[in-house]
């Protein structure tokens, strides 16, 4: 019995590898996640473009405080219907999630709470690209070169760890800083690292916004990516 974690991009079914695609297609059951039993999610509509077996579970994707009652029921609600799958003889068990399931993924906490009950069961993962590669290519942003140093960090319990990430790293990603936004662009001018930052949000879906950070205002998506890339002066300057 296998439960895969396969990672399908940041939104754009043109990003899934050709290994998730065939996971995708030979699993026995495809499940993904999304807020509601009635709304389709962001893997969702990547997943149908390649097989229409995809099958709901409901996470508290928008709950934040931690472990909280609903999201660790959804927990336990998503690795029944796993369970549940394996004992009616399914040999494997696909669960996709955006970007990458081993980069703050949903993915994560399903596979602990199914393997709590059915410890023979093997885990594996399928690597996805992730916002931050997407974010730089669209929008011609380098990552790293040299010795570069990259951090990323979520933003979720506010933009501390992005303040001392900015201060000690060379290039810093932020996830999940749509609650914070204004806050995010005071950081950055507040430790001169506000020229050349670059945001986006839906990456690869329509409504696609990819902006210099400078021009952030009011509400952004909650799933938004930042990148404040490292201060150049010259090329290979870094080596």
Request: proline content about 5%.
């Amino acid at each position: 019995m296998k439960l895969i974690g396969v990672g399908v991009g940041p939104g754009d079914p043109e990003l899934v590898t050709v290994k998730a695609v065939r996971i995708l297609r030979e699993a026995d059951l495809v499940l993904v996640p999304v807020l509601a039993p009635d709304e389709a999610g962001r893997a969702e509509s990547v997943v149908r473009a390649y097989t229409d077996r995809a099958e709901r579970v409901v996470f508290a994707l928008n709950d934040r405080g931690g472990v909280t009652p609903r999201r660790a029921a959804a927990w336990e609600a998503a690795a029944d219907r796993v369970v549940r799958a394996f004992d009616e003889g399914a040999a494997a068990v696909a669960f996709a999630t955006i970007g990458d399931p081993n980069v703050y993924s949903t993915f994560t906490y399903l596979s602990q709470t199914v393997r709590h009950r059915r410890p023979q069961v093997a885990v594996q993962t399928v690597p996805g690209i992730t916002a931050m590669q997407d974010l730089a290519a669209r929008s011609g942003t380098v990552l790293t070169e040299g010795t570069e140093s990259l951090a990323l960090v979520s933003l979720t319990g506010g933009t501390g760890r992005l303040r001392t990430a900015l201060a000690c790293c060379d290039t810093v990603v932020a996830y999940k800083f749509g609650a914070v936004a204004d806050q995010v662009v005071a950081v950055l001018e507040e430790s001169g690292r506000l020229a050349g930052a670059v945001c986006g949000a839906r990456l690869g879906l329509p409504g696609q916004d990819v902006r210099p950070a400078r021009e952030l205002t009011g509400e952004v998506p909650y799933l938004s990516t930042l990148i404040a890339p490292a201060r150049r002066t010259a090329k290979g300057g870094k080596l």
